[in-house]
């Protein structure tokens, strides 16, 4: 079985971006929560999000709160601000690992897929 892993740079300031909340969401029938974590200080979550029985193929969503983490910085934010929550949506088969990362300053973010 595979897992899903996912970390979060801050490229505004150049490290990691610790203490964002992250919510992970199976999209079945029904889009439903899995798991929540909070980043560390390495900007990763402690643990995988998904791995083992739980590591199922489908369509899944990650959600960032990264605005809250810019605002906790201090960084200057448009009202709103121009990202607040990132909402990464993306598909997984369950036998492979998946490390979905997210890059991000106030106004920009990409991903990709890294093993």
């Given amino acids: ?6 970390h979060i740079l801050d490229t505004a300031h150049g490290g990691p971006a610790p203490n964002v909340d992250i919510r992970l969401f199976s999209l079945g029938e029904a889009r439903e929560l899995v798991t929540s974590a909070a980043t560390n200080d390495d900007g990763r979550t402690p ?5 083992g029985d739980l590591m199922t193929g489908g369509s ?24 607040d929550t990132v909402v990464i949506r993306f598909a997984v088969n369950g036998n492979d690992d998946y ?16 093993s």
């Fill in 1 to 6: 079985m595979g897992r899903l892993t996912t």
């Fill in 47 to 51: 643990n995988p999000l998904l791995e």
């Fill in 60 to 83: 899944y969503e990650l959600e960032f709160d990264i605005g809250d983490y810019f605002r906790g910085r201090g960084a200057e934010l448009a009202d709103p601000p121009f990202l």
């Fill in 99 to 114: 490390h979905v990362p997210l890059l991000a300053s106030p106004w920009s973010y990409s991903t990709y897929r890294g």
